[in-house]
T-cell receptor, first 111, second 113 residues
Framework: QKEVEQNSGPLSVPEGAIASLNCTYSDRVSQSFFWYRQYSGKSPELIMSIYSNGDKEDGRFTAQLNKASQYVSLLIRDSQPSDSATYLCAVLDPNDYKLSFGAGTTVTVRA | EADIYQTPRYLVIGTGKKITLECSQTMGHDKMYWYQQDPGMELHLIHYSYGVNSTEKGDLSSESTVSRIRTEHFPLTLESARPSHTSQYLC????????????FGNGTRLTVT
């Protein structure tokens, strides 16, 4: 089974700060990476997709991918209390289209 | 916006009953998935499908079964529910492009008493 490891939480940041989330994966053939946000009791919601090395920015979110290091990260700038959730890193297996999820990192933004 | 629907949203049922959790999507997606998630725990893939008449078992062994007779419909069935089946069941789908992300339904929270 493909492994996806996320930095252990919970992560507590003050409002307005940057939250930094990290993820490593074991399967070198993976080419597609996703970050999902999951509020307590809700289903995962896609917030970022990244397929190429480098940075991808979308609003206050920036995803970073380094395939050589098998590492993908998510930065949340100007963190808001509404960003308090569990963030799931997901890696797509191109051979069988199965998405493997990390255990998630719970972020709490302190007002 | 993904259009994927799960019913019921909540279900409380007694041990031994047969249940079917419904999942439908209106996007014409070929790939569909069922995940199981206990509160505060990881998502585990239990079934997936590449298209009509295709069903595969996921990484987590499950006593449930699935069918895919129509593109838009991917129901999950438990023949005899047990308390150990208590969990949240999440259905997802993804499009024809090979690296498409998954879009999730709202989930069914199942409690077996």
């Amino acid at each position: 089974q493909k492994e996806v490891e996320q930095n252990s939480g919970p992560l507590s940041v003050p409002e307005g700060a940057i939250a930094s989330l990290n993820c490593t994966y074991s399967d070198r053939v993976s080419q597609s990476f996703f970050w999902y946000r999951q509020y307590s009791g809700k289903s995962p919601e896609l917030i970022m997709s990244i397929y190429s090395n480098g940075d991808k920015e979308d609003g206050r979110f920036t995803a970073q991918l380094n395939k050589a290091s098998q590492y993908v990260s998510l930065l949340i700038r100007d963190s808001q209390p509404s960003d308090s959730a569990t963030y799931l890193c997901a890696v797509l297996d191109p051979n069988d289209y199965k998405l493997s999820f990390g255990a998630g990192t719970t972020v709490t933004v302190r007002a | 916006e993904a259009d994927i629907y799960q019913t019921p949203r909540y279900l409380v049922i007694g041990t031994g009953k047969k249940i079917t959790l419904e999942c439908s999507q209106t996007m014409g997606h070929d790939k569909m998935y069922w995940y199981q998630q206990d509160p505060g725990m990881e998502l585990h893939l239990i079934h997936y499908s590449y298209g009509v008449n295709s069903t595969e078992k996921g990484d987590l062994s499950s006593e449930s079964t699935v069918s895919r007779i129509r593109t838009e419909h991917f129901p999950l069935t438990l023949e005899s529910a047990r308390p150990s089946h208590t969990s949240q069941y999440l259905c997802a789908s993804s499009g024809q492009v090979s690296n498409s992300p998954l879009h999730f339904g709202n989930g069914t929270r199942l409690t077996v008493t």
